[in-house]
Structures are given as C-alpha cells and as structure tokens.
C-alpha cells in the first residue's frame, strides 16, 4: 500500500517541482521582450543546474535505484536551467557576465565529472555511493535554502511582500512537503532532508505573507523603470530538492 502512496505523492512532486523549475519563465520573458537582462544574475540558474544535476546523478540506477521520478524531475529542471542559462547569455550586453556564464558551466561540469568519478572508483557499492552522492545533494539544498532568507529580511525590514509572490511561496511549500512525505515511503533522508527545508522556509514565508500583504503598498518599487518586478528565484525552493 505505501509503494502506492510514494508512487502518487512522487506524481504530485514532479508536478510542483515543474511548476517552480518553470516560475522563471515570466523573468525570461521579460528578458526577451527588453532584450536585455538588466538587473538580473545568472548566479541562480547556474546553482540550479548543478543542483539539479547532482539528484539526477544521485537517483541513476548505480547510486541509488529506483528512483526513476527523481530522475524525470531534475532532468527537467536541468534542461530548463540551461535553457534560461542560453536565454540570459543570448541577450547580456555585458561581456563579464557572459564569461560567467561560460566559466560557471565550465567549471561546474569539471566539479560534477571529478565527483562522479570519485563516486564511481571509490565507492563500490549503491549504499556508499548513495551516502556520498546524497550528502553533497543535501549540503547543496542546504546553501540553496539560504536564499530566501535574504528576501524574507527584506519582508520583514520593508513590510512589504511584493518581491515575494503568493503562489511561488506555496508552491515551494507544497513541493517540499510533498517530496517529504514521498521521502518517507520507505525512508529517504537525504531527499527528506533537503525537502524539509524547502517546507520549513516555505511555511514561513506563507506567515510572512498573510502578516505583511496589507501593509504592501499598491504599485510599489515593481514600477520603478529598470528594476526588475519579479522574484529572481534561488531555486531552492526551487531547488526543487527531490
């Protein structure tokens, strides 16, 4: 019965997961409309193309099997990181953050190939391997789930919830709770660990939210010209740590 339950609730997560790997895709739209990326940094989809190649590494059949939806899940995320990642080298005027760009993937693609190898040559087992591989994937989310920190003092500082969206903020609950109770049949603590996080932070935000959304001013610092009006996800909740 409970592989059922894991089976539905591992449906459910591939659907919220999607819902906030694609949330960018207001920011990107407005990139292609001002043809530029503005204020904006590629820091958070470079994070979240690593991170969402560490869980695809983690769920393959030679670290940890059967996990084919954390496979389906992150593959997505990955593939629409890297799109975001070519939107914003495509329409940045700045040759430092394009080198970023190309230096970040660079770089990340030598990190993530020396711990594959060492995972692979090292550990001669899944339970090992599991143990490595999920340790760096929770540390990741981790370092991830820090930044909504940042936007949350900025709630509380300004009383203000207009760089913080509702429906972001409960879709990253609702991810994270789902992937949580999906890590519990049978126990998964890695995935547990990143995703209870990811729940925490956005049960927070959901309080923040309902204490500080009338004291937001209508039509506030979102209209200053050259500012960017939405939320620049860190991906963590996006991070979507399944």
């Given at each position: 019965?409970?592989?059922?339950?894991?089976?539905?609730?591992?449906?459910?997560?591939?659907?919220?997961?999607?819902?906030?790997?694609?949330?960018?895709?207001?920011?990107f739209a407005r990139i292609v409309k001002m043809k530029s990326v503005e204020e904006f940094h590629p820091y958070p989809?470079?994070?979240?193309?690593?991170?969402?190649?560490?869980?695809?590494f983690y769920g393959s059949p030679m670290v940890h099997p059967n996990s084919i939806l954390v496979i389906?899940?992150?593959?997505?995320?990955?593939?629409?990181?890297?799109?975001?990642?070519?939107?914003?080298?495509?329409?940045?005027?700045?040759?430092?953050?394009?080198?970023?760009?190309?230096?970040?993937?660079i770089g990340e693609a030598v990190f993530a190939a020396g711990i594959a190898l060492i995972t692979l040559l090292v550990f001669h087992n899944t339970d090992g391997r599991s143990l490595f591989v999920g340790a760096i994937c929770v540390a990741f989310s981790i370092i991830l789930s820090a930044s909504p920190l940042s936007i949350m003092?900025?709630?509380?500082?300004?009383?203000?919830?207009?760089?913080?969206?509702?429906?972001?903020?409960?879709?990253g609950f609702c991810n994270g709770t789902v992937w949580a109770v999906y890590a519990l049949l049978p126990l998964d603590p890695f995935i547990l660990t990143g995703n209870g996080v990811g729940?925490?932070?956005?049960?927070?935000?959901l309080c923040l939210h309902t204490k500080y959304r009338k004291t937001t001013p209508k039509g506030g610092s979102n209209d200053m010209p050259g500012k960017p009006s939405e939320l620049q996800l860190p991906v963590s909740q996006n991070q979507v740590s399944v």
């Open positions: 019965m409970y592989q059922v339950v894991r089976t539905i609730m591992g449906i459910l997560g591939n659907f919220t997961s999607f819902c906030l790997f694609a949330s960018p895709v207001f920011t989809y470079l994070a979240g193309a690593l991170n969402c190649f560490f869980w695809v389906i899940t992150n593959s997505i995320g990955f593939v629409l990181e890297l799109a975001y990642l070519a939107i914003f080298f495509h329409f940045s005027h700045s040759k430092k953050q394009r080198l970023i760009v190309v230096f970040g993937l003092k900025q709630v509380i500082k300004t009383k203000s919830v207009e760089f913080m969206p509702f429906w972001i903020c409960l879709a729940a925490l932070l956005g049960f927070v935000q």
